[in-house]
Each structure stands twice: as C-alpha cells, then as structure tokens.
C-alpha cells in the first residue's frame, strides 16, 4: 500500500504529459471517414497528421500561398482536392504528377495569375476530370499553363478571370473536354476552330462576355450554349444537312433585332431570345438569308421571301422583352411539341389562333404587358393549354365565350385591363350571352382566376356556377358591387378570396356559406362591420386592415375564433370596451396577429389610441369621473323632476272647491 501511494503521483504525471502529447498531435481538421474538412482555420500548410486513407481534402478559405509537397504534407492518394478561395500564387512544376487519384481540383478565387506570369506550366494535370480555375485574374494565353497536359480533363470554368480572346490553340491539351465554362469574362474574339478539336464537348457556357456575332456556328455535337449577356447583334448557322444535337440555346439579353437562324437540322428543345432588340418574328431582307435553304419558306404579297425555320421538336420559346409588334400564323407552323410560349412586355395589338394551329401541346401561354385589344381562339386549337397570362393589356371587347375554348384551362391571369363579366345564360339558352362582356360560367377546369384592376363595377349572381374556382381575385376595383348570390357555385370549391381596395362599406355575401374558404383579404376598404356567421367558420387567414371598423361582433368573433390562425387588423378605429371578446381572442388564443404594433383601439372618447396588447378588462370596469357626473347630474335631475311632479299633483288634488252659488 505504501509502495502504490509512492507510485500515485508518478502515474498521474505520466496520464498528464500524454494527455498533452495527444493534444499537440490532434489536427484541427474535422475527419469524417474518408474525408478531410480543413477549411476556415487560417492555414498555412496542409496538417501532416491526417489519416493516410482520406479521398477528400478540403483546405478551402485558408492562408496557403505556396503550393508545394510540404505545404500538401505529401498527400498524394487524395481523390478530391479543395483549395477555393486562399492565396496561392506559386504552384511547385509537377506537383500533381504522382497523383494519380486526383480527380477534382478547385483552384478558384486564388491568385494565380501571378504564378501565369513565370509562363511555367504546373503539369501534367494526368488523372484529372474537373479543373475550377474561376476568378483568379487570368487573361488570355495564361490557361495554357494549367490546362496543357490535361488528357482526362472533362469540366473545366475559366469563370470570372479577364479572358479576352479564345485562340485556335487554347485547348489543344485537353481533348476529352465535355464541358467548357467562360462565363463573365470579357471576351471578344472567338478564333475560327476554336473548338473545334474538341469533338466530345457538349455544354459551352460564353454568357456574360461582349461577343458581337456569330456567324457560323458549326459545332454540331454542343447539346448546351449559353451566349447570354454579350452583345450579340448576329446568330447564324452555316447551311449544312448535319443533324445538330443542340437542345438549349440561351441567346436573352443580346442586342439582336432578327431572329436567329438555328441549323435547319435541330432537336432544340429550349431557346430565348428574350430581352434583345426583336421588331418581327421574320427573317428577311439579306440574300445570304434568303437562299439558306429552310423547308420553311413564306412569300408576302411584296415578294421578299419569310423564313421560318424548323422547331418541331421546341419545348419553350422565350421572346419576351422585345419590340415585336405582330406574329403571323405562319411561325408556329412546325412548332407542333411547344409547351411554353412568353411574348410578354412586347407590342402586340391583337392575337388569333386559327384552325391551321398547330399549338395543341401549347400549355402555358404568357402575353402579359402588351397592348392586346382583341384576342380569339378558334374551337379545337388550345386543347392542352392549362395557364394564360393576359395581364397589362387593353382588352375590353372579346367574344363572351372566348374561354370556353380552352378545354384544359386551370389558371386565368387577366388583372388589369378592361373586362366585364357576363350573367350565366339562361337554361336552354347556353350559347346565348350579351356582347361587351365574358362568361366565367360552367369553365369546369378553371381553379384560379385574377380579375384585380379591370375597372369592374357588379359581380352578376351565380358568375361563376359550375366552375369550381379555388381562388378569386376581385381586388382594385372601386366600387365593385358583390350581390348575395355572386358567389353561389362556390361553396365546396373556393379557397382564397381577394377583395382588397374595392371601397366596400357593406359585404353583402356570407362568407360562412363558402365551407372551404382558408384566405381573406378584405383590407383597404371602408367596412364598418362585418357581416354574422351563420355557422362555424373555416377562414384560417384574414386580412381586415384599413377599413372603418369600430366594432365586431360577439358572434362573429365567436365563429372566427375557432379555425382563425392569422388576423390583419392595423388602422381600424376599433372601440376597446366594445370589443373585449376580440381582444381576449387576440391575446390568450393562438391566433397570430402580425401587425399587432399597429392595432389601436379608442378608450376614451378624446385620449390617445391604446395598442390593444396594453388593454385590460378593468380600464373598462370603471368609468372616468366626468362620465360619473354626469351620469349622477342625469339622474338627479331625472328624480327632482318626478318629485316635483307628484307634489303638484297632490296639492292639485287637496285644493278646496269653490262655492259656486249667490245669495240674493
């Protein structure tokens, strides 16, 4: 015993310089199976003491500078190597030749435009498939150092460096490219057979760059290009009967006021020419446009010929933001798979679809913010079509039955313009409406329908019978008239109701009927009360602001109580000692009041309002001491006066009778 009590002290020394040891020698890293995560800890050099299995060694967001086998502590069986974002600007020449694993390597937001400038390559790059070199102040002709010995290398970004020029030879030493990203640079040459020797490439990103034009466009294998965001006055194929395998081209905001002229062999699946300088649709004018030989051909009565090129297998066709001002029925004439058409914020003054149409796949169609007066649809050529956007335009007079066409119509966005709505037809009459007007009636796909801003003055009863809307927007329409029945057909189906800024004194409708209603919005109006639920209520969500409400209900509270989550109430001149059935709601239930800073109620008749979280039932058990007076002036005066009036009557009754004989 005496032995182990001399021992104790030695022991504890030797756990503790362990414990210590261990400590020194633990990384900072965070290890995770094979995976390394040294980011964010201000490093300088790769830590020597990780496992010797990791695949995966994340350095990122670090101090390292020099890149060199000590400052990587000879990791040389990693898979996937991060270095984004730290300071590097020397790299050791052959660095990477022993890793045979590597198969990622981030380089981004680095500075290794300083390590270009010693025109050293850093090769060979031997077993790696996806080199990031983004942002790091490369200009042309200094890629060729990192990029030469690359024979595996399949995704490669040169996004965000100063790139000028993309020369013939620029990817000479990476021939197994699939993917090339050149976003953001500043690129206005592209050397004839600049990608050419890249006969496995398929997704070509030049966005953001001050190309002018192409005009040859000949790489037949790309499936992805995306010239966004140049200057592109120009796009034009060369005339082949090669069969391109291109399926997005991305050709928005450029400068360019024709339509491009794609290969006449295509599978283009998506294209926007979106935010360009478009006046037409058409291709014409020039003779080296008129002989490229496209199946598609139209000679208008001047005789310049039309072309209108192949697209049918196109998708989506994005040519909002432009300045065209018509589109002949000719244009869509092979575009027999479009399922999204945008030509909002254009020039358009009218629209028909004929028979001839070929848009019977055509599911969203957005004309939105143009100058559309007339718009009709021939019967049987919008079969599939589920949304349309008409809003921002100028329709006032359509045919009555103009939706009634779209067998497939789910969702009608028509806010602001100049619409009525018609009455349903009577029974036997079903075809019959008045002209000036539209039927929502018996439309029995449509579930959602804006009609805000479209200067509507009545909502004629049973509107839309048979048509099972789940949400209503009636909003921004001064003086909007609802009736009783205005709403009926829509009791198993409504769901979000819009009536906001309509100047409504008075809601006619009862809300309480329409049994799956969840979403109100009544704000802005001139309500001074709301209507009595007749039975429990299923709104979840309320909006009440800036209206005349003083008072509401005890019953209706009552009915809102129950399913109510979320209550706007702000700028109503609410009574706080009318209402403490809705206050008690409002603080102790679970119903959310978001603008509950700027709910007020009135407690005196000349104070100050009260947020309604500050009032309580005993301010208004007792009354202030002038209502007191006067209530006691009030009653006093009331029992003087009956007192007064019993005397006089008694003494009327005990005063003496006079004698009304005469003596002789």
């Given amino acids: 015993m005496a032995a182990f009590q001399l021992l104790l002290p030695v022991l504890v020394s030797y756990v503790t310089a362990s414990l210590h040891r261990n400590a020194r020698q633990l990384s900072p890293c965070q290890v995770v199976q094979m995976d390394a995560f040294c980011n964010d800890l201000n490093l300088r050099t790769a830590p020597s003491n990780l496992p010797h299995s990791i695949q995966t060694l994340d350095l990122s967001r670090n101090m390292l500078q020099n890149l060199t086998e000590e400052s990587l502590a000879f990791h040389t069986g990693i898979h996937h190597l991060n270095l984004h974002s730290n300071k590097i600007q020397f790299i050791q020449p052959g660095l990477f030749k022993d890793m045979v694993n590597l198969k990622v390597l981030d380089l981004s937001r680095n500075h290794l435009a300083v390590f270009a400038l010693s025109k050293t390559n850093i090769g060979p790059l031997t077993a790696v498939e996806t080199l990031d070199l983004s942002n790091n102040g490369l200009y042309t002709g200094m890629t060729d150092y990192f990029i030469s010995q690359s024979p595996s290398l399949v995704n490669l970004s040169l996004n965000g460096n100063s790139i000028t020029k993309v020369a013939k030879q620029s990817f000479c030493g990476s021939l197994a490219l699939r993917n090339v990203n050149l976003h953001n640079n500043v690129i206005l040459e592209i050397e004839d057979g600049a990608f050419d020797a890249l006969a496995y490439l398929t997704e070509l990103d030049l966005s953001k760059n001050s190309i002018t034009c192409i005009t040859d466009f000949n790489l037949a294998q790309l499936k992805v290009l995306n010239l966004s965001k140049n200057s592109m006055e120009v796009f034009q194929t060369e005339d082949s009967d090669v069969t391109y395998e ?119 169609l957005d004309l939105s913010h143009n100058a559309l007066q007339n718009l009709s649809f021939a019967e049987n050529t919008l079969g599939s079509l589920e949304e349309i956007y008409l809003q921002g335009n100028a329709l006032h007079t359509m045919d009555p039955l103009t939706f009634q066409r779209l067998p497939s119509i789910k969702s009608m966005h028509l806010q602001q313009n100049n619409l009525n709505i018609c009455l349903p037809p009577l029974e036997g009459h079903k075809d019959q409406h008045p002209s000036g007007c539209l039927s929502f009636s018996s439309i029995t796909t449509l579930h959602t329908l804006y009609l805000s801003g479209n200067n509507l003055k009545v909502i004629p009863e049973y509107a839309f019978q048979n048509t099972p809307l789940r949400l209503l927007d009636l909003s921004l329409n001064p003086g909007l008239e609802i009736h009783q029945h205005s709403l009926s057909g829509l009791e198993n189906s409504l769901a979000h109701l819009f009536l906001r800024e309509n100047n409504i004194s008075r809601l006619n409708i009862d809300l309480s009927s329409l049994s799956s209603l969840k979403f109100v919005d009544l704000s802005t109006n001139r309500l001074t009360t709301l209507p009595t639920w007749n039975k429990d209520s299923s709104i979840e969500s309320l909006n009440l602001q800036n209206n005349n409400l003083v008072t509401l209900e005890y019953d209706t509270v009552l009915a809102l109580e129950r399913s109510l989550k979320t209550l706007y109430m702000g700028s109503n001149p ?31 008749e000349d104070s100050e309002p009260v947020n309604i979280e500050l009032v309580t039932q005993e301010m208004c058990h007792t009354l202030d001491s002038r209502s007191v007076s006067v209530i006691v002036i009030v009653v006093v005066a009331l029992v003087v006066i009956v007192v007064l009036a019993l005397l006089s009557k008694v003494c009327h009754q005990r005063r003496p009778k006079r004698n009304n004989t005469f003596n002789a």
């Fill in 574 to 604: 609410l009574s706080c000692c009318s209402n403490l059935r809705f206050l008690h709601m409002v603080q102790r239930s679970a119903v959310v009041v978001p603008d509950i800073d700027t709910v007020t109620c009135i407690h005196l």
């Fill in 246 to 364: 291109l399926l997005y081209l991305d050709l928005s905001q450029n400068k360019m006021p024709y339509f491009p002229l794609i290969p006449r062999r295509n599978k283009v699946v998506y294209l926007n020419v979106s935010r360009n300088q478009l006046q037409s649709v058409d291709r014409t004018g020039t003779e080296e446009l008129e002989n490229f030989g496209d199946t598609f051909v139209s000679h208008n009565p001047s005789g310049v010929s039309t072309i209108y090129q192949d697209f049918s297998q196109l998708k989506y066709l994005d040519m909002s933001y432009n300045q065209i001002s018509s589109i002949p029925q000719s244009f869509y004439c092979s575009m027999g798979s479009l399922e999204v058409l945008n030509v909002s914020n254009n020039c358009l003054g009218s629209l028909f679809v004929c028979h001839e149409s070929p848009l019977h796949t055509l599911k969203i």
